[in-house]
């Protein structure tokens, strides 16, 4: 989720992945794969052996993807000095402080200025999903985005899927700015982007032959079900149940102000709101499949 960071900075309270060949003594067998010899040697024709499905089945995208948030935070951790993670936060995590007047900026850093100038106002909208707070923060993202990610990019392939993760992070980063304008607490967290992954999810996973049904399973032709409206899908009891809980948690979290356990930071609940919604009115612009008539 995405989270927020204290500073050093700050001052007082804040809100913040074989072939398997019979082997003998004159070598590999040459009979084609799946031929059945039978007991005697003789052939008789071609057997069918069950798949044999892979442990991790993630698409490579979000394999890809886990891999480079992990990265990012080993280099973090244990590459970089506390004093350049620090720059480094600086010039990647979304702070909404960045945004206010060069005089609220100048008094808030004691004339100091933030790396990335204007550049950062504009790549910091994607770059803090890559960021994260801790071990725990980065594992709970790379667990959602396992489950809720694949879905999704099964469905939109890995260009749509990227796209819409940028697009759904943007989102989310966009209403914490609304809320929180001119705070000097950065924002981190992929959690946005997830959000919206959970969302467009939510748009055909619950409809009759999309993955959720028993008479489909996880078949892959199950993510290539025609989509019903955004209007239809809310009225889903489903869908509506989905959401219903996902919006409520959020809420005890955001309204209560409570934080993950310990003196982990509190949680960006306002960009999980922004990523989520944005997920479910996008879903049809990134959507490969026609809709349902």
Same mark, same amino acid.
């Given at each position: 989720?995405?989270?927020?960071?204290?500073?050093?900075? *700050?001052?007082?309270?804040?809100?913040?992945?074989?072939?398997?060949?019979?082997?003998?003594?004159?070598?590999?067998?040459?009979?084609?794969?799946?031929?059945?010899?039978?007991? @005697?040697?003789?052939?008789?024709?071609?057997?069918?052996?069950?798949?044999?499905?892979?442990?991790?089945?993630?698409?490579?995208?979000?394999?890809?993807?886990?891999?480079?948030?992990?990265?990012?935070?080993?280099?973090?951790?244990?590459?970089?000095?506390?004093? @350049?993670?620090?720059?480094?936060?600086?010039?990647?995590?979304?702070?909404?402080?960045?945004?206010?007047?060069?005089?609220?900026?100048? #008094?808030?850093?004691?004339?100091?200025?933030?790396?990335?100038?204007?550049?950062?106002?504009?790549?910091?909208?994607?770059?803090?999903?890559?960021? #994260?707070?801790?071990?725990? #923060?980065?594992?709970?993202?790379?667990?959602?985005?396992?489950?809720?990610?694949?879905?999704?990019?099964?469905?939109?392939?890995?260009?749509?899927?990227?796209?819409?993760?940028?697009?759904?992070?943007?989102?989310?980063?966009?209403?914490?700015?609304?809320?929180?304008?001119?705070?000097?607490?950065?924002?981190?967290?992929?959690?946005?982007?997830?959000?919206?992954? *959970?969302?467009?999810?939510?748009?055909?996973?619950?409809?009759?032959?999309?993955?959720?049904? *028993?008479?489909?399973?996880? #078949?892959?032709?199950?993510?290539?079900?025609?989509?019903?409206?955004?209007?239809?899908?809310?009225?889903?009891?489903?869908?509506?149940?989905?959401?219903?809980?996902?919006?409520?948690?959020?809420?005890?979290?955001?309204?209560?102000?409570?934080?993950?356990?310990?003196?982990?930071?509190?949680?960006?609940?306002?960009?999980?709101?922004?990523?989520?919604?944005?997920?479910?009115?996008?879903?049809?612009?990134?959507?490969?499949?026609?809709?349902?008539?």
């Amino acid at each position: 989720m995405p989270t927020i960071l204290e500073l050093p900075f *700050m001052q007082g309270p804040t809100d913040p992945l074989s072939r398997s060949d019979s082997e003998s003594d004159d070598g590999p067998s040459r009979r084609p794969a799946g031929w059945d010899c039978g007991p @005697t040697g003789g052939g008789s024709g071609f057997r069918h052996e069950p798949a044999r499905e892979p442990l991790f089945n993630l698409p490579g995208v979000v394999v890809g993807l886990i891999a480079v948030l992990v990265g990012v935070h080993l280099v973090r951790v244990f590459v970089l000095s506390q004093q @350049t993670d620090f720059e480094f936060l600086l010039t990647f995590s979304f702070l909404p402080l960045r945004y206010a007047s060069p005089e609220v900026l100048s #008094h808030a850093l004691g004339g100091a200025s933030l790396p990335g100038w204007e550049g950062a106002m504009v790549w910091t909208f994607v770059t803090y999903a890559f960021l #994260h707070g801790s071990f725990t #923060h980065l594992a709970f993202n790379c667990l959602w985005l396992a489950v809720f990610g694949s879905a999704l990019a099964r469905r939109f392939g890995p260009a749509r899927f990227l796209g819409f993760s940028a697009a759904t992070a943007i989102a989310g980063a966009a209403l914490h700015l609304a809320t929180h304008f001119g705070e000097v607490v950065p924002v981190v967290g992929a959690s946005a982007a997830i959000s919206g992954h *959970m969302a467009a999810v939510a748009r055909f996973a619950f409809d009759n032959g999309g993955p959720l049904d *028993m008479m489909r399973g996880h #078949h892959l032709s199950a993510y290539r079900q025609p989509a019903i409206s955004l209007a239809a899908a809310l009225s889903n009891k489903q869908v509506l149940v989905f959401l219903g809980v996902w919006f409520a948690v959020n809420l005890v979290f955001g309204l209560g102000s409570l934080p993950m356990g310990g003196n982990a930071p509190t949680i960006a609940w306002e960009a999980h709101i922004g990523g989520f919604v944005a997920g479910l009115a996008l879903f049809s612009l990134f959507d490969p499949v026609l809709r349902r008539r």
